[in-house]
């Protein structure tokens, strides 16, 4: 075995069994080269495992660092980063991606209650709520991330030689934020920025490095799985709507 993986820390990184909040973690392991432990907890699970207080804040996702335990998305982004050299060359730098970061979480916690109901989460007009919410929320934030990019000479979020956590946070949550959109196809019309750093990130650097360690130490993001029964049934699970030391009670309908 190779004499740096007998001495690195045993990571594993506990979330459901999709890709959600969980996915840009797992990118950055895989970019960083890092071997983890990839534990997916199925929905119908979690109401128990939240009772048994096995989490911090009760909410995933949750890394533990040979045994020690620590939540929140950006945290252990933030974390990974650090040990891995995916940071930033300097304390500025990593300040300014982490000030991106946080900005784009803000963004995510803006458009939420569009999000949940369009998911299919929670009732409500989806329409209504895409129009009321959604685009108005993109149309204030997009332009922050453009801004960022516009004076960056490599073309990476906080302008570094390299990507950082925030380049690999923002691209992994525009790649299902895309898919949700009903107007995909328009979704980057006015931000060209954005739209090559995500082509970019996404088909080279992330993709190419998440599919070579995937085969090695990671299984693919599958569906979530939840009980069906012969008639409708509730599926009631605590599920972060963004990793806040909150989380939101969302009944599933499933038939």
Same mark, same amino acid.
């Given at each position: 075995?190779?004499?740096?993986?007998?001495?690195?820390?045993?990571?594993?990184?506990?979330?459901?069994?999709?890709?959600?909040?969980?996915?840009?973690?797992?990118?950055?392991?895989?970019?960083?080269?890092?071997?983890?432990?990839?534990?997916?907890?199925?929905?119908?699970?979690?109401? @128990?495992?939240?009772? +048994?207080?096995?989490?911090?804040?009760?909410?995933? =996702?949750? !890394?533990?660092?040979?045994? %020690?335990?620590? $939540?929140?998305?950006?945290?252990?982004?933030?974390?990974?980063?650090?040990?891995?050299?995916?940071?930033?060359?300097?304390?500025?730098?990593?300040?300014?991606?982490?000030?991106?970061?946080?900005?784009?979480?803000?963004?995510?916690?803006?458009?939420?209650?569009?999000?949940?109901?369009?998911?299919?989460?929670?009732?409500?007009?989806?329409?209504?709520?895409?129009?009321?919410?959604?685009?108005?929320?993109?149309?204030?934030?997009?332009?922050?991330?453009?801004? @960022?990019?516009?004076? +960056?000479?490599?073309?990476?979020?906080?302008?570094? =030689?390299? !990507?950082?956590?925030?380049? %690999?946070?923002? $691209?992994?949550?525009?790649?299902?934020?895309?898919?949700?959109?009903?107007?995909?196809?328009?979704?980057?019309?006015?931000?060209?920025?954005?739209?090559?750093?995500?082509?970019?990130?996404?088909?080279?650097?992330?993709?190419?490095?998440?599919?070579?360690?995937?085969?090695?130490?990671?299984?693919?993001?599958?569906?979530?799985?939840?009980?069906?029964?012969?008639?409708?049934?509730?599926?009631?699970?605590?599920?972060?709507?963004?990793?806040?030391?909150?989380?939101?009670?969302?009944?599933?309908?499933?038939?």
């Amino acid at each position: 075995m190779n004499e740096a993986l007998e001495t690195m820390p045993h990571y594993k990184l506990t979330y459901f069994d999709l890709r959600g909040r969980g996915e840009p973690i797992r990118m950055m392991f895989a970019i960083a080269g890092v071997p983890f432990e990839d534990k997916r907890v199925q929905l119908q699970d979690w109401e @128990a495992m939240a009772k +048994s207080k096995a989490t911090p804040f009760d909410a995933l =996702p949750m !890394l533990e660092v040979d045994g %020690v335990k620590f $939540a929140q998305t950006l945290a252990i982004l933030r974390y990974i980063a650090r040990e891995t050299g995916f940071a930033g060359p300097d304390n500025l730098t990593a300040a300014k991606a982490d000030a991106l970061a946080d900005q784009y979480a803000d963004f995510v916690m803006a458009f939420m209650p569009w999000h949940i109901v369009n998911a299919g989460y929670a009732p409500g007009d989806k329409d209504v709520l895409y129009d009321s919410t959604y685009v108005p929320t993109k149309a204030k934030h997009f332009p922050y991330f453009e801004a @960022a990019l516009k004076m +960056s000479t490599t073309g990476w979020y906080a302008d570094t =030689p390299e !990507l950082t956590h925030v380049d %690999v946070f923002i $691209a992994a949550s525009l790649e299902w934020l895309k898919r949700m959109d009903k107007n995909g196809d328009k979704f980057f019309d006015g931000f060209p920025l954005m739209e090559a750093h995500y082509k970019k990130s996404l088909t080279n650097k992330i993709d190419s490095c998440w599919n070579e360690a995937e085969s090695d130490f990671l299984r693919p993001s599958q569906t979530a799985k939840v009980p069906r029964g012969e008639t409708r049934c509730s599926v009631l699970i605590r599920c972060l709507v963004l990793d806040t030391a909150s989380y939101s009670l969302i009944k599933l309908h499933v038939v």
